[in-house]
């Protein structure tokens, strides 16, 4: 495959994936009836009331998406170069730390989320990069 496609293919599997885990702790933590999610004071207290354990699913999804997400690329792209995971997991860590800037998650999540997407990215490019089996 090109590495447009696999950059492509990366993306979608990126988006399908943090969309699940929004879905699963939004299921786990809801927003009150009638809470207006546009409005970015009501998300802020939303978050802040996040119960730890939903936060770890947090931290455990992002660094799965990162990973997957990194390990198509790294597959799929052409030669199976690494820039294509590197590419795809550093837009994601990216978009993390954007997200925590935004909203009050406490320190050992924002540490969480520093430290495992890059874990996953090389350990996905890695994985991506192993040679074919005969």
Known sequence: M?????????LVAAMALIIAVEVVTIFFHPFPEGADTTDHEIVEAHVAKFPQWVLAIGVVGWGVT??????????????RHPAHGIVIGSLLLLAAVFNMFMLPYPVWFELANLLIPPLAIFAAVR???APRAA
């Open 2 to 10: 090109c590495s447009a496609g696999a950059i492509v293919v990366s």
């Open 66 to 79: 990162t990973f997957v997400s990194a390990w198509i690329a790294t597959r799929l792209g052409a030669g």
């Open 127 to 129: 994985c991506g990069r």
